[in-house]
């Protein structure tokens, strides 16, 4: 039935959020595809509900994107990124998107920390309490996060850490944001430990056969020894059936990802040999010596699928 103009139908209220079992928090768009996006794809799969926090809109990110203009596009980088991850997360079949609403900082010591809307600029009791309310009206049991410190000096992930923990601890509390909702404790809290399974060294002579600048490699080891690796993680997932998915998902941060990157080029062998495992230390509880587990839902009563 066609309705007359004054029987116009009225605007369709937007769904209600839906709770999620998982929840991600990290500092920028392509952020949960790399060091999360194998997880997410794994318990996906599994049929988790996941959720996704992205505290920047990447806005001082370089555009690799051969379709773009390096100049004339940057000023709206920021709603491209956002379109870029959006996409990221269908693929990763992430079941919540929030955005935490502060500017990309840029890296360690640029123009961009100093811009009033720069994460690293937020009031940290402010920004925590956008993450407060996003997780008590989500819900989640599992909270994921940073690496200890940020994982490196990038402002954004090193702030991104502090809130997310800060966060982590104010949404139990019944006395604190009392108009973000009702207390939510979250059973655990885990923080990324290793992007990859460790052993990168010994594949250093196939990614320079690809013809790959592995210098980073050596960068990368001198962060190794101030920050977790897989040596000391909680959990250790076994990813390699999700590598072909993340690759998908940071592929479509076409803004960040050169075509002839690292994760264009990579053949798929080589990619589940280095992207195998996803290593995750739990801060909350605390862990005792020695202590392992096999899942992050261990002991949460939770069954959850083989995928």
């Given at each position: 039935m066609t309705l007359?103009?004054?029987?116009?139908?009225?605007?369709?209220?937007?769904?209600?959020?839906?709770?999620?079992?998982?929840?991600?928090?990290r500092p920028h768009p392509d952020d949960e595809?790399?060091?999360?996006?194998?997880?997410?794809a794994l318990y996906s799969a599994r049929g988790v509900r996941t959720g996704v926090?992205?505290?920047?809109?990447?806005?001082?990110g370089e555009i690799k994107d051969p379709d773009l203009d390096p100049v004339a596009d940057f000023p709206r980088l920021g709603e491209i990124r956002e379109r870029e991850l959006?996409?990221?997360?269908?693929?990763?079949?992430?079941?919540?998107?929030?955005?935490?609403?502060?500017r990309d900082s840029g890296m360690l010591g640029t123009p961009g920390n100093q811009h009033p809307e720069a994460?690293?600029?937020?009031?940290?009791?402010?920004?925590?309490?956008?993450?407060?309310?996003?997780?008590?009206?989500?819900?989640?049991?599992?909270?994921?996060?940073?690496?200890?410190?940020?994982?490196?000096?990038?402002p954004d992930h090193v702030n991104c850490y502090k809130v997310s923990v800060d966060a982590f601890h104010a949404a139990a509390d019944p006395a604190a944001y009392p108009e973000a909702g009702p207390a939510w404790q979250i059973d655990k809290l885990y923080a990324v430990a290793q992007i990859d399974d460790g052993r990168w060294e010994e594949l250093?002579?196939?990614?320079?056969?690809?013809?790959?600048?592995?210098?980073?490699?050596?960068?990368?080891q001198d962060r190794a020894e101030r920050h977790p690796g897989p040596e000391s993680a909680t959990i250790a997932l076994d990813v390699r059936p999700y590598t072909e998915i993340q690759r998908q998902a940071l592929l479509a941060h076409r803004t960040q990802i050169a075509p002839d990157g690292f994760w264009a080029v990579l053949s798929e062998d080589l990619r589940r040999r280095a992207f195998a495992t996803a290593y995750l230390v739990r801060l909350h509880p605390p862990v005792e010596a020695g202590e392992r587990e096999q899942d992050l839902f261990d002991g949460l009563g939770i069954t959850v699928g083989e995928g």
């Open positions: 007359a103009p004054s029987e116009e139908a009225p605007a369709a209220s937007p769904a209600p959020a839906q709770t999620v079992t998982m929840l991600v928090v595809s790399s060091a999360t996006g194998g997880m997410l926090v992205t505290c920047t809109g990447g806005e001082e959006r996409t990221a997360c269908e693929i990763l079949a992430v079941s919540e998107l929030r955005l935490l609403g502060y994460f690293c600029q937020a009031d940290p009791a402010e920004a925590a309490g956008r993450l407060v309310k996003i997780i008590r009206e989500l819900k989640p049991r599992i909270m994921v996060t940073e690496p200890v410190g940020g994982g490196y000096e990038h250093i002579p196939e990614f320079e056969a690809l013809g790959l600048d592995v210098s980073w490699l050596k960068r990368r």
